[in-house]
Structures are given as structure tokens and as C-alpha cells.
């Protein structure tokens, strides 16, 4: 793994930092009661332990950038700008959600701030952000398109064609490996000969590098680096980010594959306890601003409920609407 | 004749077909996504990693075209091997070897690569699992040469079809619809191997033969009996094997009740039901006193609210509506 | 009016759209296997290369999930790109991100992500290439809500749909028979963008409606030739489009001749000629004479040798026989 | 590339495996001449250039091991064993032929010799290699599958996941990569960003060397020894043979794609020219015993010509068999 460079990242950022984390961690374990509710249904995948991925990284992307995402997305969406009260709006499938609210939580789209999904298929993602970074080339433009993937994903097909594809066109894509150990019920090294994923990845001809995706301040550094590196005109780059998740794969997984006691020692490293006592530690922030900040977070959580139930279902007359783009061009 | 029946769930019967298969075949080995550890992901095959072990039980990556392949090369080399694709969605992903390997090999090699592969997926709407998750692609596979597809709609067939399925010489594709894995009922202990090449008739009835298969059967056992008490007899035959049909049981049918309606959960354009209704009209033109008609999805990606996914499906609603505009055309 | 017309090919034609395309719109590229050095595995990508340069005309590896995602992504991205995949056997390797992603963004995402992109590839048999590069599953693509499918079987076809295709917002599959691309004929310069919403009728007739597509449609001529000497008046309609269908022009046409006949060179079950065959039973059961019927390629990979080949495909000798047994039955 | 180790290996051995090469290269121009002729038709890829690879690696396997090949799969089919005469009879289509004419030059099969195509899906045949040694895995059985493919391979998503299931599951396939440098007319720097296949493959964790595939003697070393380890109870072996193809990449390419020169450059290190060279001036062979041999393929050519040419077709009533097995079990 990458050496944690000592960084300054002062209060100000840290507070932002530490919101976003913390928006996320309470708006998924909203969305985990309002499934036992049946407010939510369908699969919906949590992040919990995972919010340093993708607050780290999408620290380091500008708005004409692009992010393709998995359906453990709601993370992403959160971080990435997509509205509190348009995502829950869409995971209780109402139309004012992002996505009209027929994606649901593995299909959040928001176009106007080049979120492209949500994509529930393994890797199928991968040659999407491809594309969307060589459109950018193409037009001459210096946008990037960041990719997000777990490591089960590594052995599907499509990541072996794109990250060759990408290497060997320079194109402007981050590809983000969450590698959070486990796919479902799959252990890492009961799908993975090898098991190194950022060798891997190195393997196709691109910088890659490995983080602590439980330290956001190393995420973020290490999505700079490369975010800048592409700017200036290089090709694809790679981050493993090491993480682990809290909690079952989707509401329906009673967890056998793994030890309670391996959580448990994951959980000391969860992102939001180790930032908080850093960034204390530091004097950077104090308690207050934590409660301070969790309120918020739970006050735009239950507003975003507030949206959700009050909004409109689309009407049935719409159906299909949409399975062919309007107005023709 | 009182056949001795035990109570099950059409997963347990799945699930007791592995076992047995297991118990009594050695060439028999399964292999899929998560089957093992975590027990299926729609539980099918929960335990039986702890009593077969991790060789016959086999976890793999996520490669859906490897481990089918791999599939077919072990059913070339001898073995009967049971693969399991969460989803038909899933499957797009190992296409090519479905379809130009599994169902070509035996023809291209003029018989000697014959591929005795099952392989098994999860199919069907209704748990608002949306556009990737949701769609019925067996009426799609139907299609396709070189394959046998089946769909168990009952308990005694899903044991039934997975016993028949390992004993055919040729590669078979099991639908297993989502809805269904939970449903409990009877299990007929001595019911044996299922015929794969028969429809049955799961309802008699003078007025319309309804055709379908899988889950949409319930839907269309409820439409016949609100339609029983408005004097319409609905006959519903299950398919149960979608390719190859059963023409014979299917047309006598219908040249005894005048009128067919399919009801199926794929998209309606190009699907199964549109296969159904030409066949109908093809060997039975002059025996029919109205059009036929088909009730089936939407032809849209399914999406996750409820009330869409509702409106995207064939509901009985849909199929009483069918049935009552098929008989006010008179002869 | 006597339109200008040039002689040309019809893979020329698709070159010249191709070219008129490059330069008219810095938005369109072009990306596939050997299309750029190589030339095209058809030659109809021939000489690009030179013309526009590689970031223009893309070889890519041999990959076809990775380039046909990245198609989708770069349409998604502002681009409007035009895949070519070698044909059509080989994008059963990216069925994933054409049905999963390319025809159900769109929809999924409620308008917000139209997916812009075009993509050719060749298709058919006759050319004894044997079972893995002879299939014709244009008619089976055409199940899938969210694509177009087009199949433009004439020269002023192959360059005006190619045109409309890159107009629509939509993801269109272009299906190119392979036994087409050397055909001689005439352009019509002012031909203009194709109508991708309208079938057309190629040759009137009071007898029998003959629905057919791409290659088939020249054997169906033929036929229409032969049977007309024996006093039988084939109207043959070209669909040009496999989805949608054009159902107005399809059934006007039936209730005239009222007799329907469909050939494609699709497997027979679950074919688009089924789905045409219940659209006319739908929609004009009434008028119809005669059973609809259907000659379609024999349900079997399609084996290497002349007299196989040409014994699985249709023929102008099945269908001239499929025409008499049709007007035999007198209403 | 593996240093090839001097090796003695004695005036019959010699023989045989020039008389292997030959058998090949004389076979294949005569169906260059009859598909001009128009006896053969379809699509015709010839392996010359290229004999030393599939001679070489047949002579490590036995009657138990499979083979899995590509659409260039004459040499190997020769050099496993099929029959000259039913595979002329298939280039012909005739009933006689190795498939019973219906697969032609793409699709030879003989399952009696464990010979399993003539696949034409590039990278199609990888995870049916893998299959087929996964299955004398579990029949307690110690045969291996050779796998052929070329370097245009590596890049479709097949290449990754059946060469990470292979390792992962320690499955006796003999991985080997032809490359010639070119897939059709996509110079391999053309489609990969690392090009060092070797290397790719060794990346997951298995074996994996590369050889002079213009040199038969040290392919056959190579395979003997990755197969040697695989009988031991070894996983898969990965054999990158570096080789060219003469001709055209079917008899459709007018090869625009490379230099006439970089062919005839090329053409000196034959693997027919060389091999003979070094065996006379081992003082193994002699110039009439490459004549002999040479006489000898030829007479199997026209015999096997004589034997297609008088074969009957399939009757086309039988065009609908097989594509079930019969009879059923
Ligand atoms: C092609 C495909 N195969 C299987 C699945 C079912 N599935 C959904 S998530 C998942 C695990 C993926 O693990 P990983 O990539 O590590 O991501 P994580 O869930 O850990 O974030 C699986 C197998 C799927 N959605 N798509
Ligand atoms: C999946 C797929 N894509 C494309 C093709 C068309 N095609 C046939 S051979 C070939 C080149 C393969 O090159 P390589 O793997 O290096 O083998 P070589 O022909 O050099 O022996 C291509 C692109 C195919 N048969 N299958
Ligand atoms: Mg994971
Ligand atoms: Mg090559």
C-alpha cells in the first residue's frame, strides 16, 4: 500500500469530509429501517464502512466529470451531489426521484451531474466509464470518468477487456476497485488465484496503486494524484481501496461466510471513528462538531423521508415512456 | 390411487433433486456463484456444502462464460455437471457458450460431442428487483436449436425436471421463477422422473385453452376460476417444457375448445406466446372460432415501483379481460 | 420523375454513408475489429482509415463486451458512435451491454440517458462458414424493447438507413447480409435519409402477402417471378425495420390479398415470422382466407456443405410451394 | 524466452517429428490449391509457419489427454492423430470427413482421439479446456487438456476468467498461446498495452513460459514439462510459443496490414527449414530422408484427396440429426 502521507488538510475541509461520511451513514441506516418497514424494497445494498471510498475520491473530481457507480451506489450518488431528497424520493420509487423512481436503489441516475448509475450488473459498468472517457478525449475535452467496482468484479471478463482497453487508448478513466474482501459470500482468495489486486491491475500498463479505502485523507490524496496526472494528459489509473463492510451484502444475506469477530475487528478501523479521533487528535475538530454535524445529517435524513413519502407516484399511463428516448432528435 | 405425499416448498423439492442426484451419481458435481458458502442466492442449494464438500460443491468466481464453459467441457469429459446462474440476466454473459457451444457442438460434430449439461437459473418479475434483475428470458432461449428448456411450475416438477434433466444426453436450461421458491405444497413421493417432453393439463374446460408455464400458471388458475362464475370454462395447460413444445397435447386442446390465449412474463413481441399462437393457427386455423390472443409483459425493462411492475405483468385482471373478449366472438 | 441514380454496391453504399457521416459530424466515429488496417472483415470499413485517421476508424482488440460498452459510454458521453462488431454470431459476447445497459438505460433512468449508438454487423449463411459464423438472429434481437432493428436489404437502403440510424436517439442495430455486400445496383442520389418507421411493399400483387427482409427478399422476387407465370400474384412487402414493426403497412396489405406468408432466414421457432404471423392473426383474423404460414431456415446450426446449407435455408422452391399450398385452400 | 537446452534426441525421433511437420505443410497447400479450385469452401486458415508448435506440444500428451484448438486447427488435428483421409473428407464436407463434413476447415472433430475442434468463437475454447481437465480432476483421473489459442485471444474477457478459474482450481490445462504476432490484421501492439503475454499469464499464478515456437524441439521440451508437473498433481501450465504465420490470415486478406519483408525475415527462421538444417548438421537426417518424407506426406495428400473426392455427401434427410443426441440415454 501507498505510505499515508502526512497532509494538512485543516478544519474546514475536515468538517466537509466528515459531513459527507456522515450523511451517508445516516441516510443508509435510515433506509436499512425503512426496509424492515417495507418503505424500501427490492435489493438494497449498504455501505456501511465503506463511505471513505467514495467521499475520499470524489473529492477529487471536477463537475464536468463523470462517475459510473455499482448498486451499492447510494454512497456515491450522496457524495458525488446527487440530492438527499431526490435519492430517497427514489428509493421509495416515487417520481420525483432521480431516476423518475423506476431504478430504484441499485439505479440511480442524475445526468445533470454526470452520475451514470447504478448499474447491477458485475463489471458492466467498467466499459461505460470507458466510453465516456474517450467521448471526453474525443471532443477534446479533459474530463475523467471515475469507476467504481468491487473486487469481485476483477474476475468477470469485462474487467480484463477494459482496463486493457483503456491502457491501451490513454484514456481518462479511475478505476476504483472497493475491495472490500468479500463478494456476497465469496472470499477474496476463494475467487482470486492471486489474490494483489493493484498488481493485477499494474499488469495492463496503467499506475495503480493500493490505499487504505478506511483513511479518506489517503483515498483523496491518491484520487488527486491520479485525477491530476490524467488532466495533464495521461491515461488510465488505477486505486485499490482496502475496506471492508459492516453489514450483510443486501437485506437478505445471513452472513455464514464470515466471523462475527473478523467484523468486529474491522469495525475499530471503520472510517468515521478513525477520522473523528484524528482529526480530535489533532484539534481539528471537537466533539460538538461531530454531534454538530451528526444532527444535520439526520435532520436532511428526515427531511428527505419528509420528500419521499409526500411525493407522487408516476402514473401507470407512463409505463413506457422512455423505452425510446423523446423527443426524437 | 392415494399417492403418499410429504410437505414441502418447491425450493426444498429443488433442493432434495440435488441431493439425490448427488447422493447417487458421482459424475454429478455443481458449480455457480455463491452456491456454496453462502448457500445460493436464492437458497436452493443452502447446506449442501457441508454434506458433499467443497469438490463437488464449487463456489466460483464471477465468470459467468468460464464456468459455464467450463460446464460444457466437463459434460464433454464425462461428468453430469449442474451449473447455476443467479438470474437469466446474468446469463447474457455466458451466451455465446450457451449458444454456440452448448447447442452446437452435437450437430457440428455429427453426434459425438453430445453436452448432458443442466444448468439452472433464476427467472421472473414481481420482487421489484428492477431492470437487471427482473427480466423472463426463457421464452427467448426457446429459440434457440440444440437446447431443451424446461420451467417447473409445481413441487412434483421441480424434483421431477431436475431428474429427467440430468438424464438427458442433451444440454437443459431449468427456469426457475422467483416467485416461486417459497411456494409450500405436496410433494408426491413415487411421482418419479417428469416427462420433459409433455405439456400437462393442470384445468379442463370447454370455452378457451389457455397456454402457459411457470408462475403466470397460478395467475392463470385464478383468472379460470372468477371466470368459472361467469360461465366461461377456461382449460389451462402448462408447457412445462418450452422447447421442445408439446404440439400434440396442445392443439388437441385447442381444437376441442375453438379458442387458445397465451399468457406468458416475456416481453410480448418475438416471444414464446407469439411461437404458441402460430403454431396454433398453423395446424389448427380451421378449428378456431376467434383470434387467438396473448397476454404478456410490457414491453419495457421492468421497472421498481411497485405499482409499474404490477402494470408491466400479465395479472389476472388482464387474463379475465382476454378470456371475456375471446368469447363474445361468436363462431 | 427520373431520379439521378449512380451504379454502385451496396457495400459501397454503406461506405459512402460511412464517410458522409465522418465528415459531415465530428461526433461520429468508428470502432470494431480490424475495420481500420485490415479494412473490415467485409471490406466495407475499406480505406477509412486513410482517409480519417485512428482516432477516428478504431481497431479494437478483440474484445467485444469492452468496445461495445465503450460505444454505449461514449454515446452516453456525447459521441455518436458507430460499433461494427464482425457479425452477428460474435455479439452473442456482448448480449450483456446491449440488452442490459443499451436497451434499458434509456428507460431506466426515466429519459435521462438516451443511448445514441449504432451498431453493424453483418449477418446470414450462404457462404458455407458453418455453424458459429451463420446465424441470422436479427429477428431474434428484435424481442428486446429499448433497440431498433434495421436490415436494409436494398442499396438506397443500406446508405439511407445507416443515415436515419445516426439521427435517432435510440441504439440501432444495423443487420448487413453477408451475401449482399457485393450486389449491384443503382443509388438515388437524392434518396435522402431512410424512413426506419415504414416498411415497403417492393412488388404488388392480389394474392398473397409475402412478409420478408435483407436477402430473403430477393428469393421471395424470385419466387414472385416463377408463380406469377402460374397466374399467383405475390405482393411482397420488405420490412426494412424488425422493431418496430410496421404494423399499418403489414396488415393493410393482408387485408387485401388476404393471405399472409413470412420468410426469414431465422430458425423457425420463436422467429420474428411467428410474431408476424400472430400480429395478422391479431389484427385481421377476418380477412384472412387462409392460414398464415411461414418458411424459415431449418432449427439446426447451420452445417457446412452446399447441399445443407441450402436445404436448412429458405428457398425460392419452398416458398413458390409454400404459395400454392396457401391459395389451394379456398376460403 | 526460455533458453533452449541442448537436447538429444536421436535419429528417429528426428524423423518422426519432421515427418509430422511435413504431413502438415504439404496437406495444407494442397487445400490452398483446391479451395482455389473451389473443392474447399468456407473459410480457410492455414497453419503454415506454425507446425512446430502444435508437433511439438502433441508429442508431450497421450491417448488420455484432450485437445481443444481454434479454427487453425489442421496442423493439430494431424498431429494428434486424426486421420488424414477424414480430414481432407471434411475440408471437403463430405460424410466421411472427421465430423461427418458438417463443421469443415473450422470444425474437426474426433472424440475418439479426445480431439475436441475447431472452435471459431475466438477464445471460445478456453473454458471448455478448462471443463475438460476439471474433469479427470474429479474422476480421479490424471489426463490433462491442451488448449490452443492465438495472442489476439488474450484480450477477449474468456482469456481472464478461465485462466483465473484454471489456477485458482489447480486444473491440469496446458494453456497454449500461438503467437504470431498478429490476429487477422491487428499487430499485437495494436490491441494490447503490455504486450509480453508471458507475463499476462503469469499474473495468475501459474507457470508460465515462453519458447521459440519456431523451434520444435524446444516446444516439445516445454510441453513435457509442463505436463509432467500436471500429472504430478500440478495446476495449469501456461506455454507462450512465439511463431508467425506465413500466409495470409485466410484466403480472404490480402495482407495490407504488415511488410512483405517482415514476412521473409521471418520465412528464415521456418519452423521446417530450420529444424532440417540442424538435424543434417547433427548428422541426424540426410537430404533423401526429407525427400523420402517429403514424398511420403504427398502420397498421403493424394490418397487422402482420392478418399474425399470419392466420399459421398450426407443425405440431406439427415440435415436434422444431432441436433439432439441420439439415442437418447
Ligand atoms: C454478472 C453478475 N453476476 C452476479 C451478480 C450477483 N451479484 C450482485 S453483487 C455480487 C457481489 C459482487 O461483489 P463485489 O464486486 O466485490 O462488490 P461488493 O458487493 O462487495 O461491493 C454478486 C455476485 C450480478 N449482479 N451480476
Ligand atoms: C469472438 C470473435 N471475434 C472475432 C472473430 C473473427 N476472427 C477470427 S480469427 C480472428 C483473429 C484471431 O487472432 P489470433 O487469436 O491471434 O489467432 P490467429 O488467427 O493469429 O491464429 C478474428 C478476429 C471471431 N472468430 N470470434
Ligand atoms: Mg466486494
Ligand atoms: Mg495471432
Known sequence: MEPVVAHDIGRGHALHLLAQMLRIRQFEDRCARLYTEQKIRGFLHLYNGEEAVAVGVMQALGVADSVVATYREHGHALARGVPMNALMAEMYGRRTGSSGGRGGSMH??????????????????????????????????????????????????????????????????????????????????????????????????????AVDGMDVIAVEAAAQRAVKAMRGGGGSHFLECRTYRFRAHSMFDAQLYRDKAEVEEWRKRGPLITFTTRCKAQGLIAEEDFLRLERQADAEVDAAVMFAEGSDWEPVADLERYVYAEPRA | MSASVSRTTYREALRGALREALTADPRVFLMGEDIGRYGGCYAVTKSLLAEFGEERIRDTPLSESAFVGAG?????????????????????????????????????????????????????????????????????????????????????????????????????????????????????????????ERAAIRRTGRDITVLTYGASLYRCLEAATELSAAGIELEVVDLRTLRPLDDATIIKSVRRTRRALMVDEGWKSGGLSAELGMRVVEQAFFDLDAPVMRVCTAEVPIPYPKHLEDAALPSVGRIVAAAHAMVAHEP
Not at chain 2, 457442438?105 to 448432458?116: D, I, K
Open chain 1, 108 to 209: 440511480v441516475f442524475d445526468v445533470s451531474r454526470h452520475f451514470y448509475g447504478g448499474n447491477a450488473i458485475v463489471g458492466g459498468g467498467l466499459p461505460i466509464a470507458a466510453g465516456l472517457a474517450l467521448a471526453q478525449r474525443l471532443r477534446g475535452l479533459d474530463g475523467v470518468a471515475a469507476c467504481f467496482f468491487g473486487e469481485g468484479a476483477v474476475a468477470e471478463g469485462e474487467f480484463h477487456e477494459t482496463l486493457n482497453l483503456a491502457a491501451l487508448w490513454h484514456l481518462p478513466v479511475l478505476f476504483i476497485c472497493e475491495n472490500n474482501l468479500y463478494a456476497m459470500g465469496t472470499a477474496l482468495a476463494r475467487s482470486e488465484a492471486i489474490t494483489d489486486i493493484r498488481a493485477k491491475a499494474a499488469a495492463y500498463g496503467q499506475p495503480a496503486v
Open chain 2, 72 to 196: 460444457i467441457g466437463a459434460a464433454l469429459g464425462g461428468m453430469r455437471p449442474i451449473v447455476e446462474i443467479m438470474t437469466v440476466n446474468f446469463s447474457l454473459l455466458a451466451l455465446d457458450q450457451i449458444l454456440n457451444n452448448a447447442a452446437t457442438l452435437c450437430h457440428m460434430s455429427a453426434g459425438q460431442c453430445p453436452v448432458p449439461l443442466v444448468i439452472r437459473m433464476a427467472t421472473g418479475a414481481g420482487r421489484q428487483l428492477a431492470a437487471q434483475h427482473s427480466h423472463s428470458l426463457e421464452g427467448w432461449y426457446a429459440h434457440i436449436p440444440g437446447l431443451r428448456i424446461v420451467a417447473p411450475a409445481t413441487i412434483d416438477d421441480a424434483r421431477g425436471m431436475l431428474r429427467a434433466a440430468l438424464l438427458c444426453p442433451d444440454p437443459v436450461l431449468m427456469f426457475e421463477h422467483i416467485g416461486l421458491f417459497n411456494m409450500e405444497g405436496d410433494l408426491t413421493e413415487a411421482a418419479g422422473v417428469a416427462d420433459i
